[in-house]
């Protein structure tokens, strides 16, 4: 039914190992192979392209969803449907930043304070030419295609680049002078795709796997016996997603606990709730959440 490409790249891991967890795990002969197929009846044709270059196959029609950045739909200025941010990049759960970078010892501390003439090297050419219009910047933007702050100062004098953590710019003597845009990954969708109710359903299926598998990541579920006269104690210490499910057991001495709590901090959630009267203490790990 639907035909899904994927981004080949820094993004390629992350997002097998979403598809992976939301039970959409993509199968292909090798690492080097730019098709594959995923068991589900919802998708028949699954090719993997470079991230800048989805938004606008996706606008032609040559597919009807594809997982891309709001970079790049931002850059190719591109007509199509976001079903929605999905949470992950190539190192963190942060979304990643497109950014103005310069020499860490020029003097300039804002775009406006910009010489005319300067050289500006970027993979975004189009997003860093309307970010420099509308700061009254007349600059010569370079296009580049990689390694893009290795060019400062030798070829140019400042760059637009992506940056996750910040950490290559630094290494390279760099300091961010702006964010032109905060981009997360988005699924999208081919607009005339979009428009057919059967299609629309099958994307929002999809979007609903994905999405609970990001939400499980870093949750565990707890479940444990606890003594009715430590309910209350016991019940106030846990950081529920939503209120605790508790069941009374048949002996009336007893009660059931169940709640999802956050993986980080459960090391010393378990030994506090042990010392406060719960038995029994299991911790189980969560591959989707669907709300």
Not at 228 to 249: D, W
């Amino acid at each position: 039914m639907l035909s899904l490409v994927l981004p080949k790249g820094s993004l390629e891991r992350a997002t097998l190992d979403l598809f992976d967890a939301a039970d959409l795990t993509v199968r292909r002969s090798s690492d080097r192979d730019y098709h594959a197929s995923i068991d589900d009846p919802r998708i028949d044709r699954v090719r993997f392209l470079r991230p800048q270059e989805i938004p606008s196959y996706l606008e032609r029609g040559l597919f009807d969803i594809g997982i891309t950045g709001r970079d790049w739909i931002t850059e190719t200025e591109a007509d199509v449907v976001s079903l929605g941010e999905l949470k992950y990049s190539k190192a963190t759960s942060n979304p990643v930043r497109v950014v103005l970078a310069v020499p860490d010892g020029a003097p300039w501390q804002s775009p406006a304070d910009l010489p005319e003439g300067i050289r500006i090297s970027t993979e975004f050419p189009s997003l860093t030419a309307r970010f420099l219009a509308q700061h009254g910047v007349k600059a010569v933007v370079v296009p580049s295609y990689g390694a893009t702050e290795a060019k400062v100062p030798d070829i140019v004098d400042a760059i637009v680049d992506l940056t996750e953590t910040g950490s290559s710019l630094r290494k390279n003597g760099l300091r961010i002078l702006d964010t032109l845009l905060s981009s997360y990954t988005e699924f999208v969708a081919c607009r005339t795709s979009y428009e057919d109710p059967e299609k629309m359903a099958a994307m929002e299926d999809i979007m609903l796997l994905l999405r609970g598998a990001i939400q499980a990541r870093g949750q565990v579920l707890l479940k444990l016996n606890v003594p009715a006269g430590k309910l209350a104690e016991v019940a106030g210490m846990l950081p529920a997603m939503s209120s605790p499910t508790i069941t009374a057991l048949a002996n009336g001495q007893m009660n059931a606990i169940e709640t999802v709590v956050p993986k980080r901090g459960v090391n010393t959630l378990i030994p506090a709730l042990k010392a406060a009267g719960a038995q029994d203490i299991l911790e189980i790990p969560i591959s989707k959440i669907v709300e």
